[in-house]
């Protein structure tokens, strides 16, 4: 669903996030069991491990927890996905406000992303989000103060023919990407990477 | 190199961080390319993409000016890498010490986990670091103060044979990971993910 020439990897150039997904598409435990297997041999700092999943299946007892707690937007199409995660971070040491990892975010990032690449290469997209309770949540499956909800992840089968335009949530769908030169910094060595940009 | 069972993707069962570099190998600008593509269609928070990277090619002047900001113990193995980057969250909003994003690490792990998919599937392995003059490199950059050198990361060919025991700065592989019911937190819903660990 790129837009360059470029010789991507077949996983990477046809990924996208959906906001649909066939609500009557059952994932297996063994699905599960292998997405969880790509974070798990995900690299981090000093081999850390700065992560943990509450991993719901649509109509398990922990699926309808995490649904109890999504924010109304992400309510009208996450429950229709056939996995959804929840992404949590080890934040800080027990007990403390320390870091635990000055790399903690940083390394769960890069989990999510290796279990969104197995999860792919099973047939499955994957739509992550922000748009849920996270203080709810973290109350629900007493997640301990010293980690944090940090994301969840929906992961499913998007209908035939879906595209990005299909969001109902999102109408002009965001697939714009800054130019490469923009994002590579030695090539334009006199200016900032996006100088003056706003969020 | 992972020692389970399930079908992982290959190119996530294959990944580890090598140490030793094979350093007569030459990368290609169309590889470092491609790479880079990769992370620009990474995902990101409200599409936010907040990251950039320092690339350099060994030999090449931006390669001299990153290796010139190493650390002792990276300035043994990493110059040999034939690609050597620095990875760039962006921080803060311009100006201020308000987050930019509160996924600014997380989403430049993710970018850094989909570039290494692509330098795997290019035949290079990675190894992520952190062992450089942080402020050095900012300033040989002249990075702005809202943004900051956050990893760096090293590609290369990994010699014939090579494996993690071969780490000369880490005689015993640290690839050891927690077990998957350790990380799946619903199979334990009794208690938290990893209590009473210590980093």
């Known amino acids: 669903m790129t837009d360059v020439n470029l010789p ?21 435990t063994e699905q599960v069991a292998v997405m969880l297997e790509a974070a798990r ?4 700092a000093g081999t850390s491990q700065p992560w943990a999943f509450l991993v719901g299946l649509r109509g398990d007892p922990v699926h309808q927890r995490l649904v109890a707690h999504l924010a109304r937007s ?9 996995i959804l995660v929840a992404n949590l971070a080890h934040r800080f040491v027990e007990g403390t406000d320390w870091d635990y990892s000055e790399f903690a975010l940083y390394d769960l990032g890069q989990a999510v992303a290796h279990m969104t690449f197995q999860a792919q290469a099973l047939g499955l997209s994957v739509r992550q989000f922000r748009a849920f309770d996270r ?20 992961f499913g089968v998007s209908p035939a023919g879906a595209a990005p335009g299909d969001d109902p949530a999102r109408p002009v769908p965001q697939r714009h990407r800054r130019a490469p030169e923009e994002i590579s910094w030695p090539s334009r060595p006199q200016s900032a990477p996006h100088a003056g940009e706003t969020p």
């Not at 041999?41 to 981090?44: G, H, Q, T």
């Open 8 to 28: 991507l990897h077949p996983l990477l150039a046809a990924r996208w996030s959906p906001a649909v997904f066939d609500p009557s598409h059952v994932a297996t």
């Open 41 to 44: 041999w995900a690299p981090s």
């Open 74 to 82: 992400s309510a009208a199409w996450a429950p229709a996905a056939s």
């Open 135 to 154: 203080a709810g949540v973290e109350a629900e499956f007493a997640v301990p103060a010293h980690w944090q909800v940090t994301t969840m992840a929906a």
